[in-house]
């Protein structure tokens, strides 16, 4: 009795075992969480452009959809409607999707230098009618160029709407003689 008892326990782990284990990754795993849904490396977001803004998260293959909202849960949409290249949690657990200024309803919020505005994520799993919420911040800093033509000493030079005070000390003074020059770059020492 207590031989067949061991002799069935030591099959149903050994069958465990053989089906915990995959080529790709050799760990093994019992229970695998069915609702996984987390933004990686970062939940935070930084872009200089909003015409495409990559977002990527590590997902369960027991996703089946992914809705977002971009006015905090109270209207959501599709992440398959919203971007038609939206790739979805499959074997290799990625989700991505990119967001941009030219669909709805990014196209018609306001967004200035410096702001952040969040998008809610709510994934279906299909294990169970639960679904799991996940927020993605994006903020917004576009690209500074400032063109500015720069005087040697303490003066004030003014144009564009920008402001540069400030004095160069031990320098060595070179000059560029010729028409049309336009000069472009970082004062370095």
């Known amino acids: 009795m207590q031989k067949e008892f061991v002799q069935s ?11 915990g284990c995959s080529d790709a990754d050799p760990k093994v795993s019992f229970l695998r969480p ?3 849904f987390e933004f990686k490396p970062s939940k935070d977001y930084v872009t200089s452009t909003l015409s495409s803004i990559s977002l990527n998260a590590e997902c369960s293959r027991f996703i089946t959809s992914v809705d977002l909202s971009f006015d905090g849960g109270s209207t959501w949409i ?4 919203y971007d038609s290249d939206t790739v979805m949690c499959s074997t290799d657990g ?3 999707i990119d967001l941009s200024n030219t669909k ?16 809610n994520f709510r994934a279906w799993s299909r294990a169970s009618s639960q679904y ?22 303490a003066q004030i030079q003014t144009g564009s709407g920008m402001v540069l005070k400030g004095r160069i000390v031990s320098h060595q003074q ?8 336009v000069v472009q770059g970082r004062v370095s020492q």
């Open 9 to 19: 326990l030591v099959a149903v782990f050994s069958v465990l075992f053989i089906l």
């Open 174 to 181: 070179r000059t560029a003689s010729g028409g049309g020059f």
């Open 104 to 119: 709805a309803p990014l196209n018609t919020m306001t967004i200035n230098n410096g702001d952040t505005f969040t998008v």
């Open 132 to 153: 799991v919420e996940r927020e993605a911040t994006v903020r917004f800093v576009p690209p500074a160029q400032i063109k500015q033509g720069v005087l040697a000493g």
């Open 94 to 96: 990625k989700f991505q």
């Open 34 to 36: 069915i609702d996984n």
């Open 78 to 81: 599709s992440s398959t409607t």
